[in-house]
């Protein structure tokens, strides 16, 4: 994957390629309507290990409307046979717990940022100074919502879920054209949860060279594979739902990862960090004492002055005390220039006429 993207910045850190990877705890609907369950969920996200910890920011009335039409009502996936109204009024988090919830998670070294639904969340949470803002999936087409963000100044990560080409590309556009300069794309599978054969982790690469921007993943699927093989790949954001208890209840806990689970992942990114390495062509300082082991040219029989080397006489063989063993056939032919026994690494002052 190409690393031409440039960096972004969250709270002072650079988030982009040989940079850690940054860990975003979606805590989504999973505070179950209770303010205690969120705070408990920021305190678990930190000692998991997440980089930040991301909310949503809106109303049932912001992102629909009240109506038992047919045309409100979901019909698949699980909040199948629900109204749009209804599961948005009990998945929405009261913006009044969101100022306290940022300034708990940066007491514990988090970043907290949201995703705004429209422009009224999005100056809600300019007044709370959050350093960044998500925009979901199902938002990327709102262009009057991307150009109210995008004036912020503030650094965006994108949700491409559901997205073509074209509108990754107009998204990206009036993101920048209207004073986002800090822009980051998040390969997206919007199914809940996403099946691995649905994940396609490799498109980041792509989105990586048309846009010239740091990616990373926005994981719906269960379990750690998909995170793991973006991280691989050369993601750079790994963003993952995060509730107290498996299946503990709410819109979001089927896909959403407890605490160990999350920081075992966490752990594995940062495994896969160290293993990944810079990708220089350059030995490692562990492999110095190996080197003595590789094979150089040795004198295999005992030898005379004005002996002829022959493949008889001279080897490559370990270890590496003698001349490297690109020099054999120059070696070959000529003559001893003085009296060589049986295992003496061969030196170019033993070779006459050098």
Known sequence: MSTKGRSIHIGGRAIGPGRPVYVIAEMSANHGGSFERAAAIVEAAARAGADAIKLQTYTPDTLTIDCASPLFRITDGPWEGRYLYDLYREA???????PRLL???SSLGMDLFSTPFDETAVAFLEAMHVPAFK???FELTDIALLRRVAATGKPVLLSTGMACREEIAEAVAVLRQGGCAEVALLKCTSAYPAPPEAMNVRRMARLAEEFSVPVGLSDHSLGPEAALAAVALGGCIIEKHFTLQENDGGPDAAFSLAPDAFASLVRAIRRMETVLGSGEPEAAPQEAGCKALRRSL??????RAGDVFT?????SIRPAHGLPTRYLDDVLGRRAA?????????????VAGI
């Open 135 to 137: 925009i979901a999936s």
């Open 298 to 303: 040795f004198v295999v029989s005992d030898m």
């Open 92 to 98: 929405a988090m009261p913006w009044e717990w969101q």
């Open 311 to 315: 493949v008889a006489n001279v080897r």
């Open 103 to 105: 300034e708990l998670a």
């Open 338 to 350: 003085c009296d060589i026994a049986r295992g003496v690494p061969l030196r170019w002052d033993m």
